[in-house]
């Protein structure tokens, strides 16, 4: 069964600033996702990273991964107050497709 | 709005009742998923529908918990005789058929409280 082990699970950065969270997991996997949720809402897809050395990246955010090393980043580089948020990665592992997620890392960016 | 919906948004309910919650994919989405979501986690994996065929359920999914797709569009998840533990928000999502590797779209939630 997959275990998703997310760090840090809490962050409160300043504006400007760069930061990684990690997201590492326990069995091979072909795929790995990421997500946002602000508060009281749903899970917005933000990347799907399918092979070794996948990397994308959408304005201010970059995800990566390693499938050797069982291990994933999302890069935040200068930083703004929208990107505040909880972030998850999750993998398959919930059964045939279902996905099994992280604890989440709540992220603060403070002006 | 052609994103994954899902009725009602919000339901309290008293302990021992129960619950039904609707969940309408993605159009012609054939994949839709159920997860639980308690404050402060991440989603939980509850049960996945292949067009109308339940292919897997958790084990987190009790005798009291029991999901439908009957024509392979909508879907319900009825909670029997609830209990104080089930508050949670419960997610759909849907993913469209082809590649397993495609993403899971989320709707945007049922949240349960039971008194």
């Known amino acids: 069964e997959l275990k998703v082990e997310q760090n840090p699970l809490f962050l409160s950065m300043q504006e400007g600033k760069n930061y990684t969270i990690y997201c590492n997991y326990s069995?091979?996997?072909?795929?790995l996702y990421w997500y946002r949720q602000d508060p009281g809402k749903s899970l917005e897809s933000l990347f799907v990273?399918?092979?070794?050395?996948a990397v994308k990246q959408e304005g201010r955010l970059m995800a990566s991964l390693d499938t050797k090393a069982r291990l994933s980043t999302l890069h935040i580089t200068a930083a703004v107050h929208d990107l505040s948020a909880t972030y998850f990665c999750a993998g398959p592992g919930g059964g045939a497709d279902g996905l099994t997620f992280g604890k989440g890392t709540h992220l603060i960016i403070q002006p | 709005d052609t994103g994954v919906s899902q009725d009602p948004r919000h339901k309290i309910t008293k302990r021992g009742q129960n619950v039904t919650f609707r969940c309408d994919p993605i159009?012609?989405?054939?994949?839709l998923y159920w997860y639980r979501q308690t404050l402060g986690q991440g989603p939980e994996f509850l049960t996945y529908f292949q067009n109308e065929a339940q292919l897997e359920k958790s084990r987190l999914l009790s005798d009291r918990f029991s999901a439908e797709r009957p024509k392979g569009s909508f879907s319900t998840l009825e909670i029997q005789r609830t209990e104080q533990g089930d508050s949670a928000m419960y997610l759909c999502a849907s993913s469209p058929r082809g590649s397993r590797l495609v993403e899971q779209f989320f709707g945007p939630g049922t949240r349960l409280t039971v008194l």
């Open positions: 990273l399918l092979s070794n050395g």
């Open positions: 159009s012609e989405h054939n994949r």
């Open positions: 069995t091979t996997s072909d795929r």
